[in-house]
């Protein structure tokens, strides 16, 4: 599946694109049901919420998962990412951020490679965040928020906050944030289940608590060319995986083809 001419500038000018309902309704399902067995894991790849316990992210998925492990080499992710990057990719990181009915936590203002030029010491900003939403993801539920063209500016400044939720992440101040809104405005990625999303590792970002009482379940692979690859080793290989392979494509039909017995 090929990015359109209009997509790639879409994708230049505001630094995301929503691909709605790329997944299928029975993709999706085949997806959400490995999501409770690995939630329940007892695993260090789980990381919960500081205030109810629940998962707020459970991560390595592509390593602890058969159907996990076909969507990571999924088609209609890869081919547009590879398209956009112009080289290989190997697989940086993949999660399900849950965000569950309730008790979600927020995700604080950030971008992405502030956290992996600062903990893992890549060079350049040239990863892609690919989602795809498991549950519908409304203006309710905790959807991301997007500073439209905000990867423009190049790299803010970033602190790292440990305290505000149990997942260490460099952030963006907000002072800065009010200017880069002031200038593209704020939009909240919606769809859906199966939509999913490209996003560069300078797009400014952040996500509300979930009090709704639906889940908001997203699927986040992150891709980066091996030329970019990471120069230190500090954080665990689920955080970074240090396998810098080429992640090659399998069948569009993949996650709806059962495993050999
Ligand atoms: C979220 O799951 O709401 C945040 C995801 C991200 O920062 O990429
Ligand atoms: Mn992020």
């Known amino acids: 599946m090929r990015l359109s001419g209009e997509q790639l500038e879409r994708f230049e000018r505001d630094g995301f694109l929503v691909l709605p309902e790329l997944f299928s309704k029975d993709e999706v399902a085949a997806l959400r049901a490995r999501l409770a067995a690995l939630f329940a894991a007892d695993d260090p790849a789980n990381i919960v919420e500081k205030n109810s316990g629940e998962v707020r992210t459970a991560m390595g998925l592509h390593l602890r998962d058969p159907v996990f492990a076909k969507l990571v080499r999924h088609p209609r992710l890869l081919e547009p990412a590879l398209q956009i990057l112009g080289e290989a990719a190997y697989i940086q990181q993949v999660k399900v951020n849950v965000k569950p009915a309730f008790v979600g936590e927020v995700w604080q203002w950030h971008y992405d490679f ?19 939403f498991l549950d519908d993801v409304t203006e309710l539920n905790g959807p991301l928020y997007f500073i439209p063209g905000s990867q423009a500016h190049g790299p803010a400044p970033a602190t790292l906050d440990t305290a505000t939720t149990s997942y260490p992440l460099w952030v963006v101040d907000r002072e800065r944030v009010t200017a880069l809104a002031a200038e593209g405005g704020l939009a909240a990625a919606t769809g859906p289940a199966g939509t999913a999303l490209i996003f560069g590792d300078l797009l400014v970002h952040a996500s509300p608590g979930n009090i709704s009482p639906y889940d908001r379940r997203i699927f986040s692979l992150i891709l980066n060319p091996p030329s970019n690859a990471p120069t230190t080793r500090a954080r665990p290989d689920h955080k970074h995986h240090r396998d810098l392979t080429p992640v090659v494509p399998l069948a569009d039909d993949c996650l709806l083809v059962p495993a050999p017995a």
Do not use: K, S, Y
């Not at 502030?114 to 795809?132: F, I, K, S």
């Open 114 to 132: 502030a956290t992996h030029h600062a903990e893992d010491g890549v060079a350049e900003p040239r990863a892609l965040n690919l989602h795809v």
